[in-house]
Structure formats: structure tokens, C-alpha cells
């Protein structure tokens, strides 16, 4: 079931049956069955940054494969569903996108809440754009609750395609400076060519997922459980391991 370099990768692959990629299968809530203790959830992704910066075309880019060069200002907030498959596994990414103007920042911070990743975006042609990142991560983590989990965080430098591979190399360490800051991937991006964005949500996609099946899983002597139904032995970093 699992492709020869994984295997090199991880030789443990080796001992894995079938029954794991319908276990997997489970997971995803396909033929889940009763009392399994699984549920799967839903990947909320918030977009903030400044005005102008190109969240809207990195949300219309991902989910519809399209870039418009005029500009019209987000009002308030809106918000797409996308279904990926991930090893075959059905799972959704809901993403908000707010408006930068900052009249609608109240409006936008209602939904702030429960987050999973928070995507902070810039425009890699605009330095103060930027500086203006560690604003938007502060306000958007002071509306959280206590019970939520800390969400991934990803500087998002946007319109990598306006600029020369000499200036970019200079905004990059910026960028990667303020990330470790903010305690942030970093990643640069074209909406305009599509560079890096169907990465960039498959990797928060990756990371959410990871934590809900963690959380499904336990472990036991070895032995991987979803509720009551043994999966494979192993230990459960391996298997995620595997996953990605
Ligand atoms: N060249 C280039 N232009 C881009 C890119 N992404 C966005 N733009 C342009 O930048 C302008 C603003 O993009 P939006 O996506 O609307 O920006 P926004 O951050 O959603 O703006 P608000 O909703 O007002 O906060 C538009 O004219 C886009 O066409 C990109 O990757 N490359």
C-alpha cells in the first residue's frame, strides 16, 4: 500500500497491512463505525494583513484556479469551503477572508475564534506591510478563547512575481527574521502565477490534520487504536510520519 521510498524511508512501512488504509479510511468518517470516538473536523483558516496586500486573490487562486488584476476591496469578511483529499481522505478546509481596511476590522474579529491556522499575509513588494504582520497576529490572538488550541501560523509573503530574484533575497530575510519572531513558517507566493499556493494550504491542511488524528488515536502496548478498533502496531509518530 505504501510507495517504495516511503518504505526506504521509514522500513517499519514494511510491517503495515492493508487493514491500515482502510483504518485510514475510518478515520476520515467514510465508514466510520459506531462508537468509534473519531470525528473529523473541519480546517478553519483565517487570512488577515493589511489593505491591498492579495488575500482575496490567494483564497480565489486556491479554490478557483483563477487571478484578477483589478482590485476590488474586500467588505468585511467572506469565506470558501474547499474539499481536499489527503491519502484519500476527504477533508475540508474552511477559509475566511477578511477585508484590511481597518472599519471592518471589528467585524472580521468575530470570526477570529477557534482558528486552526492563521495566515498572515504581506506584500513582498511592500515593506510595511510587513512590519504591520505582527499587529494583525497580536489582535487576532487576544479575541481567542482560553480553551482554543494555539493555531499554526503562516507568514505569507504575497506577489513574489513583482519582484527581481535580487530584491526578493533581501525581503526574504526579513521576512524570515519577523517569522521566527512570530514563531511562523514562512512561505512566498504568486497569486498571479500560482507559485507555492496550492502548497501552502495542503501544508495547513497537512498540520490540522495531523492533530486530528492524533487526537483519534491512541495507544496502547504498541498497538494503534481508533476507538475501540485496532489499526497496526507501531507508535503514532510513525504513522503520521508516514502520512506526510
Ligand atoms: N502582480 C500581482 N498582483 C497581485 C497578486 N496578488 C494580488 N495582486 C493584486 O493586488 C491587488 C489587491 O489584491 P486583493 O487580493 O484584492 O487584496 P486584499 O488583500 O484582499 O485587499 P482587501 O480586501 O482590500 O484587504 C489586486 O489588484 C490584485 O490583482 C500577485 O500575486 N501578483
Redesign the pocket.
Known sequence: MFENKEIEKFPQALNFTPYDKFAFSVAAGETCPQNSGFNLKVCKVIIL??????????L?RFCYKV????????IGVDFQSEQINILGIPYYLQIW?????ERFKCIAQCYYRKAHVIML?F?LSSIRTLANCKNWLRDALEVRGESDNRPYIFLVG?????LSNESYNSVEDLALNTAKKLNAEFWS?????GENIDSLFFRAAALSFDDDLCMCMSEDNGNIQIGSDLICRGNKSDIIYLLW
Open positions: 494583513g493589511d489593505l491591498c496586500v492579495g488575500k482575496t486573490s490567494l480565489n487571478f484578477d488584476s483589478n482590485y476590488r476591496s474586500t477572508d477578511t477585508a484590511g481596511q499575509v506584500d504575497a506577489k513574489k512575481d513583482l507566493v504568486s497569486a498571479k502565477t
